[in-house]
Structures are given as structure tokens and as C-alpha cells.
């Protein structure tokens, strides 16, 4: 069993990932994170939620030059959801290397990514389509590409992204390191990988607590017209803090989530048709534990990562089986307990053999609850339905608790850099290099986030000194 500090990294990733609680390399990142460091390409094979993010993100990390001002590493995924997360973990693990990642994704104003691309940028996480479409403008420069990384590469076959990764492929320095991670392994991966990747080292991580899982699966065979009271049964019995259900199509997401939400449940909804604004802003409060209760199609099984969900119900048996795995990849996320429900009606019965095929096992079946046991439990059930759930304090929220942003009305046009700011703050007594996190330079002003509680000193001290012999104006920034 290997240490996080036994692997060569640098102090600044050493304690961001100690900031982030991480207290050992989950196994697969024991095997991926050697391979990178060594100049390897590497596929990797392992179920959700065995930390395949910080299994690529820590070793590319650690390998970036932070003085290179264009693109080092760009990961492709299959969603926005997952784009927006992968950055957000690259920024929390870089946060003390001041690493600055973007995320790239349709249906957002594309001059916005443009502008944020303009700036040193380390990391780029994306969509294809999107990815493609800053190429193609000259707005995402590849020239500095060290690192390339497939992120749940299955499904992003599996979405018919195929010939986008290829074209991407196309246009990347042949001089680079491929990474392919995936929870599933098919020829059409391997394929790919013979393609594009330079004798890469497969890791295939057969977590032995997989076979012993942490999730309890469970089969119900019920009629479409007894699905709906046969689910909230299971939630009485169940009574969980958080539970995802998820269904095949979003009509049925928007049916069931009213249904729940006129029978008093704290529920809310995700789907493809939403705006992506809307989309991230449901994931966020769900995550906080703002509502309990997520009726989703299959764009929220996908790699999202949220804490302490403890049942998944599955209203419909999935078109796709290897859906199945990811949909109960949701709970019993970091060994907890977890419980995942299918309900399965009789003309499901293909999709289901399907499945049971593809994991190799029975689903347990069980019965519909009884209803003296739902009665049972019915007390339980109402009081937690009306306690509003736990909010979740957000591990980059726990992380920003620390850090001031201050804005300086300077930027590019009075040819500033970070390493003017960089010498002037670290000059003021009390700030170390480690105190200065992320700054983003814009055209005509600066944001410095000042870390470890010392935002007030630097503000303090700003009042009178000069970046590069210039009086700026600063003050703490707006968000
Ligand atoms: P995957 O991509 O394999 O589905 P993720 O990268 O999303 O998994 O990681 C799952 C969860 O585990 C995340 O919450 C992540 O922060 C956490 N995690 C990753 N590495 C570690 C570690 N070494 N120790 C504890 N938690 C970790
Ligand atoms: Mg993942």
C-alpha cells in the first residue's frame, strides 16, 4: 500500500490533496499515477467512483509548467455536467500550483470560453463538439499539449462521438501522453487505443469489494400501473437522505417528478431538455442537499459524483445495459451503503436478461413491501419529509471558506503579468509564495485569490505599494 507521499509530487499537490481529505491513493490511482509520472500512455479500466478524476489529474498536474501559457492538458467527456466537474477538480487539486482550468461545453455563449481562453490556461475540459468548434476558431491552441485524456470513454463512444475524438486526435502534437479512462471495455476502445495510443499499459482494476459490493441490488417485477406506489414504498421503508430515481426518457422524468412533488415529496429534476443553466443549478443544489429526491434521465448517471446517496431507484429498466452500472455507480460511493431498486415490468423482460448477462449475476429479487411494514415505518417517513435534508457544506466551498479574491484595476494593457503580482504580494510581510493562489489577468484588471485567511493583509498592505511601479486600485472583488 502506497502513500500519496511517496509518489514524487510536489508539496503545493501534496497538500491540496491532504486540504481535500484525501488520506490514501484509491487502487487505481496506486497503479495510474507511477505510469503517468513515467512518461507512459495508459488505459485504465475500473468502476465509477474509484477516482479515476484524481488517478489523471494529480500526475498531470504535478507534470504541468505553470509558466506555459497555453494548453497542457485537454481532457474530452461526454457531458456538460462532467466538463464542469472535471475542471472544478483539477482547480481544487492545482488550487496551491495557481493551475488554471477551463471548461468547454454547448449551449453556453461561446465568447465567454473565448474570453477565459485567452488567459493562461492550463487545462481544458470538454465536450467534442465544443473542443472542436474552438479549434477550428484558433480560439484553443494545441501546440503546448503535453497530456490528452479520454474521460469516460465508453459513453462517449456510446453517444456517437466517435468520429469527433478522431478528428480531434488528428489535429493533437504527435509528441504526447493518451490517457483512456473507462468504466466499461469494449473492441471499439481497443481499437481506438491500437489507433492513437503509444504502447499503452492497460490497468484494469478488478476491485475485489466490487464482487462483495457495497450496493445492494434488488429486482421488484411489478405492472407499469402499480410502478408509482410501489416506488414510494420503498422510499417509506427506505427512508433515505438522498435518493436518485431514474428513468429512460425525460417525459417520464417530468410526469413522476410531479406526481412526487403533489404528494409532498422534496424533489426536483434533470434532463436533457433543460438549459444548461438549469441543469448545473439542479446538480449544485442537489448536492448540497437542498432536496432530496433527483428524478433524472441517464445524462445524471454519468461519472457526477455526489456524496451520500443512498438508495437509487431505477423506474425503468435502462435501454443501454451498461447504464445499469452506472446508475447504481451513484450510491455506496466510497464504500458506503447503498441500496439500488429496479422496477421491472413484464415487457422489460429483454432488457433485463440483457443486463443480467452483462454483470454476470441475478439481480436479488424481492418483493413489493408489505403493507404493514410500509405502516411501520410511516412515522419515520413523514417526520424526515418534513425536516428540511442536511445541507451539504461542498468540499470547494469548505476549500474557498479560506480564500479572498481582490480585484487591481490593472491587466494586460498596462502590460501586467502574474509574475509582477506574484513578486509584489509575496514581498508584503506574512505572505509566502503558498498564500497566492489562482490570478486571472483580464485586459483592463486583475484577480488574486489570496489563500489561508490572509485575503485581509494583502489588502491592507496593496493600499500602498506598486505592482510593477503602478499605484492600483484594489479592493475585494464582487463574486
Ligand atoms: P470515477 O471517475 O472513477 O467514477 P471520481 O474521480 O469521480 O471517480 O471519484 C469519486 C470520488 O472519490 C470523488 O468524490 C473524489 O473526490 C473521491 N476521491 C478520489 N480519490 C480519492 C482518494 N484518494 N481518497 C478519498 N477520496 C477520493
Ligand atoms: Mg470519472
Request: aromatic share 6%; glycine share 6%.
Amino acid at each position: 500500500m502506497k502513500n500519496f507521499k511517496d509518489f514524487a509530487l510536489d508539496e503545493t499537490i501534496l497538500s491540496a490533496i491532504a486540504d481535500l481529505g484525501y488520506e490514501e491513493p484509491t487502487a487505481i490511482q496506486q497503479q495510474v499515477l507511477p505510469s503517468v509520472l513515467d512518461g507512459k500512455d495508459v488505459i485504465a479500466k475500473s468502476k465509477t467512483g474509484s477516482g479515476k478524476t484524481a488517478a489523471f489529474a494529480i500526475p498531470t498536474i504535478e507534470k504541468i509548467d505553470w509558466a506555459e501559457n497555453k494548453p497542457q492538458v485537454l481532457v474530452l467527456l461526454p457531458t456538460r455536467e462532467l466538463a464542469v466537474q472535471v475542471k472544478e477538480d483539477f482547480t481544487n487539486i492545482g488550487r496551491y500550483k495557481r493551475i488554471k482550468a477551463v471548461a468547454l461545453f454547448g449551449r453556453e455563449p461561446i465568447r465567454f470560453q473565448t474570453t477565459a481562453l485567452r488567459q493562461k490556461t492550463h487545462v481544458v475540459a470538454g465536450t467534442p463538439g465544443r473542443v472542436m468548434d474552438h479549434i477550428e476558431r484558433g480560439t484553443l491552441k494545441l501546440d503546448e499539449l503535453k497530456y490528452f485524456v479520454i474521460d469516460e470513454a465508453d459513453e462517449l463512444l456510446h453517444m456517437g462521438f466517435l468520429d469527433q475524438v478522431e478528428a480531434i486526435i488528428k489535429l493533437l502534437p504527435k509528441k504526447r501522453q493518451t490517457l483512456l479512462f473507462s468504466a466499461t471495455y469494449s473492441s471499439e476502445i481497443r481499437k481506438l487505443a491500437e489507433r492513437y495510443m503509444n504502447q499503452p499499459i492497460f490497468i484494469e482494476h478488478e476491485d475485489k469489494q466490487m464482487k462483495k459490493s457495497t450496493i445492494e441490488q434488488k429486482l421488484v417485477e411489478v405492472d407499469t400501473a402499480h410502478k408509482y406506489e410501489t416506488l414510494k414504498k420503498f422510499t417509506v421503508i427506505e427512508n433515505p437522505n438522498s435518493c436518485i430515481v431514474f428513468c429512460n426518457t425525460k417525459d417520464q422524468v417530468d410526469q413522476l417528478c410531479e406526481k412526487l412533488e403533489n404528494d409532498g415529496y422534496s424533489v426536483d429534476m434533470l434532463h436533457g431538455g433543460m438549459t444548461q443553466d438549469d441543469r448545473l443549478a439542479v446538480m449544485k443544489d442537489f448536492r448540497r442537499g437542498d432536496f432530496r429526491y433527483l428524478v433524472a434521465t441517464d445524462v445524471a448517471a454519468r461519472g457526477i459524483d455526489i456524496e451520500d446517496i443512498s438508495m437509487v431507484i431505477q423506474y425503468d429498466v435502462p435501454y443501454e445495459k451498461e447504464s445499469y452500472v452506472h446508475r447504481i455507480g451513484r450510491t455506496g460511493r466510497a464504500g458506503q451503503r447503498g441500496v439500488a431498486i429496479m422496477l421491472a415490468a413484464k415487457n422489460e423482460r429483454r432488457q433485463l436478461n440483457e443486463i443480467e448477462e452483462y454483470i454476470e449475476k441475478t439481480i436479488e429479487r424481492v418483493a413489493i413491501p408489505a403493507i404493514d411494514l410500509v405502516e411501520a415505518n410511516r412515522q419515520a417517513f413523514e417526520t424526515k419529509m418534513q425536516s428540511s435534508p442536511e445541507r451539504k457544506v461542498m468540499k470547494s466551498e469548505q476549500l474557498n471558506a479560506n480564500i479572498m479574491k481582490i480585484y487591481f484595476n490593472g491587466g494586460k494593457k498596462k502590460k501586467l503579468r502574474a509574475i509582477d503580482f506574484v513578486g509584489t504580494i509575496n514581498s508584503i510581510d506574512g505572505i509566502e509564495g503558498k498564500d497566492i493562489g489562482i490570478i486571472t489577468i483580464e485586459e483592463a484588471c486583475t484577480f488574486v485569490e489570496i489563500l489561508n485567511g490572509k485575503g485581509p493583509i494583502v489588502l491592507k498592505a496593496m493600499q500602498n505599494k506598486t505592482v510593477k511601479n503602478k499605484q492600483l486600485k484594489v479592493h475585494i472583488a464582487k463574486k
